[in-house]
């Protein structure tokens, strides 16, 4: 079965300075994982991916983070926080269900204040 | 164009009301997805439509009843609920195919049951 931990719940960082959100997962097989952002009531956008591909991946708005199979951990970097990073993130691990469809399980969330 | 549109943005019902919540997609996927979202919790799944046929129904009341007119389309029709049913509801879309799992999110409805 997969699972996903998000080792904090609540990241506190100053604007400018480099941000690390953590993520580790379980899987019985390769998994697809997933960063989301949750803006205070709004839906959820994707930021970056990993289907096996390349370790390192990058997302939008400056985010990146890398596939450690060994650790089995996919940490969500950033070199310089922004007042507008402000928000929930969610690491998520893809599912299956048996069928062509992936289900997403996530993580609890880490929220993010970035601070003037 | 990865947008996936919700209406209404929000909503408030009485328990004894019937509403509707919509979501629509342009984006060719085949599978569609209904979550509902508590505050500071994840989304969790209620069900997945793939090629218009319900596959999952994730032990969801009655209470909630999904419908897929078309494959743009996806439909919760809302009849006799509770309090505790209040909640950010969240629609998504994805490709359904073996290694393209990831799901594009609309903005949600923000449903309020008195």
């Known amino acids: 079965a997969q699972s996903v931990t998000q080792l904090d719940s609540h990241v506190s960082v100053s604007e400018g300075t480099p941000v690390l959100l953590r993520c580790n997962y379980s899987?019985?097989?390769?998994?697809?994982l997933f960063w989301y952002v949750q803006h205070p009531n709004k839906g959820l956008q994707l930021l970056l991916k990993?289907?096996?591909?390349?370790?390192l991946v990058k997302g939008i708005n400056g985010f990146e983070a890398e596939f450690k199979k060994s650790e089995t951990s996919f940490h969500l970097t950033k070199p310089s926080a922004h007042m507008s990073d402000a928000a929930e993130y969610f690491c998520?691990?893809?599912?299956?269900?048996?069928?062509?469809?992936?289900?997403?399980?996530f993580g609890k969330g880490t929220k993010l204040s970035v601070k003037p | 164009d990865t947008e996936v549109t919700q209406t209404p943005k929000h909503l408030v019902m009485g328990m004894t009301n019937k509403k509707s919540l919509k979501c629509e997609q342009h984006?060719?996927?085949?599978?569609m997805y209904w979550y509902k979202q508590k505050a500071k919790k994840p989304p969790e799944l209620m069900f997945v439509?793939?090629?218009?046929?319900?596959?999952i129904n994730e032990s969801v009341p009655s209470r909630f009843s999904p419908e897929c007119p078309n494959s743009s389309l996806l439909n919760l029709h809302l009849h006799a609920l509770q309090p505790e049913d209040s909640a950010l509801y969240l629609c998504?879309?994805?490709?359904?195919?073996?290694?393209?799992?990831?799901?594009?999110f609309g903005p949600g409805t923000r449903l309020t049951v008195t």
């Open positions: 998504a879309s994805s490709q359904p195919s073996r290694g393209n799992y990831e799901q594009y």
């Open positions: 899987s019985s097989y390769s998994p697809s």
């Open positions: 990993y289907t096996s591909a390349a370790t």
């Open positions: 998520v691990v893809s599912g299956d269900y048996g069928g062509s469809q992936g289900n997403l399980i």
């Open positions: 984006m060719g996927h085949r599978a």
């Open positions: 439509y793939s090629y218009e046929k319900l596959s």
